[in-house]
């Protein structure tokens, strides 16, 4: 499986109200972040945001200046050919291998590649079975 790396997302902690979400993608353009990856959700009053980025390092900084908690998970990503059937055998290889998935989100613009991020019980296991 070509484009397979062991990546770090920023898992972001934020107040859950209108406009968090303008707020935190605003913050990473004026810092000169490009987004690569996002999962969000609302979770007993805190916004809760899964980040891949283009650099973590700017990005954190900018997010933690104005109050945000942040820190970082280790996970997998996987670029793909965007075709019906390309996620079912990444997760054949994944469950094949008895690898359990912690979760899963990806992103696709309708265009040649799509990008799966896991986090799973063993991603270095998961990197070497999806190389």
């Known amino acids: 499986m070509p484009n397979v790396k062991q990546e770090t997302e920023l898992y972001v902690i934020t107040p ?9 993608m605003g913050t990473l353009a004026n810092a000169g972040v490009n987004l690569k990856a996002i999962y969000a959700r609302s979770e007993r009053g805190k916004g809760i945001f899964f980040l891949i980025t283009s650099d973590n390092k700017k990005a954190e900084k900018a997010l933690k200046g104005i109050g ?5 998970n280790n996970v997998v990503t996987v670029e793909i050919d ?15 291998a008895a690898i359990d ?9 309708g265009g040649v590649k799509a990008l799966l ?10 990197f070497e079975t999806l190389r």
Do not use: H, M, W
């Not at 859950?16 to 935190?24: A, N, Q, S, T």
């Open 117 to 126: 991020v896991f986090q799973t019980n063993d991603n270095k296991k998961t």
């Open 16 to 24: 859950d109200e209108p406009g968090i979400l303008g707020r935190v």
């Open 82 to 96: 965007d075709r019906i059937g390309a996620g079912a055998e990444v997760g054949a290889l994944i469950g094949n």
């Open 68 to 72: 945000y908690e942040v820190t970082t």
């Open 101 to 109: 998935i912690d979760y899963c989100y990806g992103t696709s613009a």
